[in-house]
């Protein structure tokens, strides 16, 4: 879906909810705080969130620990009574899929399977919930595809069978209200994406796709 305005697609769906005044229940994975910093002020009137903290791909393991303690004191300072569901440590299934796309560079095929990893865990969690939607934090990146989280999103809501909410939280300068909230709340901003390879990388001094 070329040329889909996804973001249009999001303040289509929070009019109408305002309109009827429905609170549907949303399962949001989070990638880390600042991320969802502007997304949680963004929507959390409109729906009763669950957060889902499930990143296999973060390496190391006090990497991990330390941006899932960023996210939780994120919530209390934002004053939010909003559960977070935490994934145990377990990188196995992010080294399983990245066999032999070690290398490739960022935004790559490597990407996508992580990113569609993250997706297809949260659509089973909402579903095992029985929730009524779910959606990623992701698409705030300016450095992440926002058309392939969000049809990957799509395919996946057909797998499990709960709705996928399409959103690009970068727009109305999404991604610059949440660097201004990260300060705000002095949040850790890492300065690589996530996983083993970019924290390489951006030792290396390449060019990466930092949240
Ligand atoms: S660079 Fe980011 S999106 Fe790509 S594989 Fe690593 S953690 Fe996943």
Same mark, same amino acid.
């Given at each position: 879906?070329?040329?889909?305005?996804?973001? +249009?697609?999001?303040?289509?769906?929070?009019?109408?909810?305002?309109?009827?005044?429905? +609170?549907?229940?949303?399962?949001?994975?989070?990638?880390?705080?600042?991320?969802?910093?502007?997304?949680?002020?963004?929507?959390?009137?409109?729906?009763?969130?669950?957060?889902? #903290?499930?990143?296999?791909?973060?390496?190391?393991?006090?990497?991990?620990?330390?941006?899932?303690?960023?996210? =939780?004191?994120?919530?209390?300072?934002?004053? %939010?009574? /909003?559960? /977070?569901?935490?994934?145990?440590?377990?990188?196995?299934?992010?080294?399983?899929?990245?066999?032999?796309?070690?290398?490739?560079?960022?935004?790559?095929?490597?990407?996508?399977?992580?990113?569609?990893?993250?997706?297809? %865990?949260?659509?089973?969690?909402?579903?095992?919930?029985?929730?009524?939607? #779910? !959606?990623?934090?992701? !698409?705030?990146?300016?450095?992440?595809?926002?058309? #392939?989280?969000?049809?990957?999103?799509?395919?996946?809501?057909?797998?499990?069978?709960?709705?996928?909410?399409?959103?690009? #939280?970068?727009?109305?300068? *999404?991604?610059?209200?949440?660097?201004?909230?990260?300060? +705000?709340?002095?949040?850790?901003?890492?300065?690589?994406? *996530?996983? /083993?390879?970019? =924290?390489?990388?951006?030792?290396?001094?390449?060019?990466?796709?930092?949240?």
């Amino acid at each position: 879906m070329s040329g889909v305005n996804y973001g +249009k697609m999001l303040d289509d769906r929070l009019a109408e909810l305002e309109r009827t005044g429905a +609170k549907p229940t949303l399962l949001l994975h989070a990638c880390c705080a600042p991320c969802s910093s502007h997304t949680l002020t963004y929507i959390s009137r409109y729906f009763d969130i669950t957060l889902y #903290f499930c990143n296999p791909n973060i390496a190391p393991e006090a990497e991990y620990v330390f941006r899932l303690a960023e996210l =939780k004191r994120l919530v209390r300072e934002l004053g %939010m009574q /909003i559960p /977070i569901i935490e994934e145990p440590y377990d990188p196995a299934p992010f080294y399983e899929l990245a066999k032999g796309l070690e290398t490739l560079p960022e935004r790559g095929e490597r990407c996508r399977r992580c990113i569609e990893y993250r997706l297809r %865990m949260a659509g089973e969690k909402a579903r095992t919930l029985g929730l009524d939607l #779910f !959606t990623t934090t992701l !698409t705030i990146s300016p450095h992440k595809d926002a058309q #392939f989280i969000n049809e990957c999103g799509g395919r996946i809501s057909q797998e499990c069978g709960v709705e996928y909410m399409y959103s690009d #939280f970068k727009k109305h300068d *999404g991604y610059k209200h949440s660097i201004e909230l990260s300060h +705000k709340y002095d949040l850790y901003r890492q300065d690589y994406c *996530g996983c /083993i390879y970019s =924290k390489q990388n951006r030792e290396a001094g390449k060019d990466v796709a930092r949240p």
